[in-house]
């Protein structure tokens, strides 16, 4: 089915790990977001990216990498993961202009210990 | 400082009863979308409303975009325990592509 795969989808991390989050797409979306989604914070944007080879801030960045080598894969990466990254990301993607929506992936679990 | 306030945040309601969710801003967007929620999944698009005043039906689910583009509201008529979620409401500010979510609105519909 065509959509957004995150994997994994479920991971613990010990304090001061690394690890890599995969976002694959195959809508041919320009645009590619990841967030973060914790208990009365609603979704709060990490980084996003407008098109391949380019990546932007979002609202929380610190802590985080990104990278958007090919069109259709984001990639977020934790250098040295703290507790306070104990979340669930979220990838998105979406077409460029306003009146389009975006298309989620199910989620990964990140508990760090 | 949130951008975009959703009220209630919680609401557990019976089944065949009408709620409204409200999602309130001092700013303006350029569009703005819903969302619903299930456990374990991401957001999934319900609809994005554009122009000022605009209203957009889908089955039971009745939205609004406020004239001046601050505010939008949700209605739900006679609703189902499928209802229960999580509906989130985002604004997309300019055309920077970047949403803006509100906080959610947790809804239980009890049979």
């Known amino acids: 089915n065509a959509g957004v795969t995150q994997t994994p989808k479920f991971r613990v991390l010990k304090t001061g790990q690394s690890m890599t989050l995969l976002c694959a797409q195959d809508m041919n979306h320009e645009y590619m977001y990841w967030y973060r989604q914790d208990p009365g914070m609603g979704l709060r944007l990490i980084h996003y990216?407008?098109?391949?080879?380019?990546?932007a801030k979002g609202e929380v960045p610190d802590g985080y990498n990104v990278s958007r080598l090919k069109k259709q894969n984001f990639l977020l990466g934790l250098e040295s993961a703290a507790p306070s990254q104990t979340s669930v990301y979220f990838c998105?993607?979406?077409?460029?202009?306003?009146?389009?929506?975006?298309?989620f992936g199910s989620g990964t679990r990140l508990t760090v210990v | 400082t949130q951008l975009l306030e959703q009220s209630p945040q919680f609401l557990s309601i019976q089944e065949g009863e009408n709620l409204t969710v409200y999602c309130n801003s001092s700013?303006?967007?350029?569009?703005l979308q819903w969302y619903r929620q299930e456990p374990g999944e991401g957001p999934v698009l319900l609809v994005t409303v554009v122009t000022g005043g605009e209203v957009k039906k889908l089955k039971r689910l009745t939205f609004q975009f406020g004239d001046a583009r601050k505010d939008s509201s949700l209605h739900i008529t006679a609703a189902q325990p499928g209802d229960t979620g999580l509906y989130l409401c985002a604004g997309l500010r300019g055309n920077t592509g970047k949403l803006i979510f509100g906080q959610g609105t947790t809804l239980q519909v009890k049979p």
């Open positions: 700013s303006v967007f350029s569009s």
């Open positions: 998105a993607s979406s077409y460029l202009g306003q009146g389009y929506g975006y298309t």
């Open positions: 990216s407008v098109g391949e080879g380019t990546t």
